[in-house]
């Protein structure tokens, strides 16, 4: 039994350490983790209200994922996301979703692709709702769902990875400029032309949302807001 309880302890960690990796992530993208700050484990503990070791092994998740970088005797930095780094993170993500939806639209079956209808539904919802969380965890159960009718579990992999490298920026300034709304819309437009077996009209359409995306993050980040209601975690 001793053994037993050893095991259900590490799981426990393992869990919180999970929990709090996803926490930073979110935080990330409503802009409370700034990019270029330097966070100490201590200090992001006590906002989280925990010890100092799950939230110190959530962060070297994140830089494994290139999210941040380890800071001697200090903490973690914030990577920053250039100009650069978005265009061929998005240049690579067209390279790879575009034909492989093409693919998808060739094999699947409607019933398939009507299984993600209610998720595009949830992207919507989130846009109208300003939960921009609950927006990108939709639109990722939605394109991962969409990839991995292809039946290639590693290019899967992959494009998450590269959405994680993304964050994709600006989210916040689309909410505010009202522009979200539209950009989730486009998921039922794709579904629409895939259940209609329209492999052109699919691709276009993924290429212009990847597009349409990179071009919204330019936008963001040229008229850059604070996040509506956020308090920033802690740099101490």
């Known amino acids: 039994m001793g ?6 302890l590490i799981t426990a960690q393992e869990r919180l350490r999970d929990q709090v990796a996803h926490a930073l992530r979110a935080a990330l993208v409503a802009g409370e983790l700034r990019p270029g700050h330097v966070y100490s484990a201590p200090g992001l503990a006590a906002d989280f209200g925990i010890s100092a070791t ?11 994922e290139g999210l941040v970088e380890p800071v001697r005797n200090k903490g973690f930095r914030i990577t920053e996301v250039s100009e650069r780094d978005l265009d061929q993170y998005t240049e690579l993500r067209a390279l790879i979703e575009v034909p492989t939806i093409g693919l998808v639209t060739q094999i699947a079956t409607e019933e398939q ?8 539904e949830e992207i919507v919802a989130h846009a109208r709702d300003h939960d921009l969380i609950g927006y990108l965890d939709a639109d990722r ?3 991962l769902g969409l990839l991995a009718l292809g039946g290639n579990d590693r290019l899967v992999e992959t494009v998450g990875d590269l959405r994680k490298r993304s964050r994709l920026y600006g989210l916040t300034r689309l909410d505010e400029l009202g522009q979200l709304v539209a950009s989730a819309e486009e998921h039922h437009e ?22 349409h995306v ?5 936008q963001a980040r040229d008229e850059p807001v604070e996040p509506r209601g956020k308090r920033g975690l802690s740099t101490r």
Not at 3 to 8: E, I, M, R, V, Y
């Open 214 to 218: 990179r071009s919204l993050w330019a």
């Open 113 to 120: 692709l009507e299984e993600l209808r209610p998720v595009a």
């Open 54 to 64: 799950p939230v110190r092994e959530a962060m070297l998740d994140l830089a494994r």
């Open 3 to 8: 053994d037993l309880k050893q095991f259900s």
């Open 141 to 143: 159960r939605f394109h």
């Open 190 to 211: 794709l579904l629409d032309l895939m259940v209609a077996g329209d492999e052109a009209a699919a691709e276009e359409c993924m290429a212009r949302h990847l597009g």
